[in-house]
């Protein structure tokens, strides 16, 4: 019976990943590293598209994240537009216009797209079925890991799963040795030290400054809502917590449900602050990451700044206790 159930799981997930894969129209290797600039102008195509692919590595290397690397023209990438066009003195405005372009290339020579080879590590993660949404459930797990390897290996480079199953179109990923094919987004750490974040509201971004005032990286950010909003003025880096648990109150934050007493949610990626807790010295409020990384700037939070996982893993790499914080409208 248990190696039915086994079979039968294999199946479902089989079906949907062929189902997801319908969705998205492959990419190849070559198509995205020898892709130029995007046509400019706001384009309406919902599906990955190579130039928009490249445009948001090539920001991503420059410490400018567009978020979750989908290959969509949205708003997140239209920040990252603005904020490396801001940085590098080509005057305002959102479009990847051809001195835009050129600058990125300037910086950045190696290819967007490369292998990456599953590691026995990779086939031996351990899922969960599903996470329920519910705190009191979630509150009874042993830990809210990935729940597919779509999911965890779209987050681990940055991707949307939609971009990733286009460039994997055929891929089984439970087999050690298999090859993928995935952005190359990372950038070697930053030396100049953060002395100011910066969360700006209306905007929705987040910037790290030194001293000079010069941004070494901004981030697409949710923070706050209309009815939880995040703080005013200036506050501080307490700690920095790796891997958190999610200590859910409802007397100082919100109810979720029909949760009135407090509750300890375990550690994971799908916990609600996901990987990093960056604590403020304005109790009950942080800067953390989030099980939802397509939902950045386009959803609400509850008062504290949300980034994808792998953004608030590099800003809390650039903090330490005392970095200001400062909340500006």
Partial sequence: MRILNTLKRQAAWMCCLALAIGSAEALTLDEINKAGPPVPGRSKVTRPTSSIVKAQVLLARQGISPGEIDGIDGENY???????RS????????VMDAATWQALLEASSSDIITKYSITEEDARYSYVRRIPHDYARQAR????AYKKPVEMFAERFHMSEKLFIALNPDARLRRRGETLYVVASDRTRPTDEVTLIQADKTRGTLSALDATGKV??????????EDTPSPEGEHQVVRVVKNPTYHYDPAKNFQQG???RRLVLPKGPNNPVGTIWIELSKPTFGIHGTPEPSRISKASSHGCIRLTNWDAEELAQMVKPGTLVRFVD
């Fill in 78 to 84: 239209r920040k990252a537009v603005a904020n490396f």
């Fill in 87 to 94: 940085r590098a003195k080509l005057g305002s405005g959102d």
């Fill in 141 to 144: 797990m042993k830990r809210l």
């Fill in 216 to 225: 070494i990286a901004s981030y697409p950010a949710t923070i706050g809502s």
């Fill in 258 to 260: 029909k949760n009135k």
